[in-house]
Nanobody
């Protein structure tokens, strides 16, 4: 019943920007940490950034200074502002969240992914 849906991916030139969004819906009581992961073809999935409910953030070294993660707790949404994009940022980006439902069950949820391609 709980669902995460990403949006905002696309094709951009090197040096360009994109803003990804991920909205959670369903019988949600609370959301703990929300995260963005990415996976390029032939490579392992990696954590890009995460953010706690209190907005403490963590970034992969490869994106520090270029990406900014934020969240809107009232809308159960997490964002990833990506600036100064590089070809090596090309990947499918996945949203992840640990969610507690109104039934007090809790679990780790993933979105379906959104493609980000950085190319000239």
């Amino acid at each position: 019943q709980v669902q995460l849906v990403e949006s905002g991916g696309g094709l951009v030139q090197p040096g360009g920007s994109l803003r990804l969004s991920c909205a959670a819906s369903g019988p949600i009581f609370a959301i703990a940490t929300m995260s963005w992961y990415r996976q390029a073809p032939g490579k392992e999935r990696e954590l890009v950034a995460d953010i706690t409910r209190a907005s403490s953030t963590n970034y992969a070294e490869s994106v520090k200074g270029r990406f900014t993660i934020s969240r809107d707790n009232a809308e159960n949404t997490v964002y990833l502002q990506m600036n100064s994009l590089k070809p090596e940022d090309t990947a499918i980006y996945y949203c992840n969240a640990y969610i507690v439902s109104y039934s007090y069950s809790a679990g780790d949820y993933w979105g379906q992914g959104t493609q980000v391609t950085v190319s000239s």
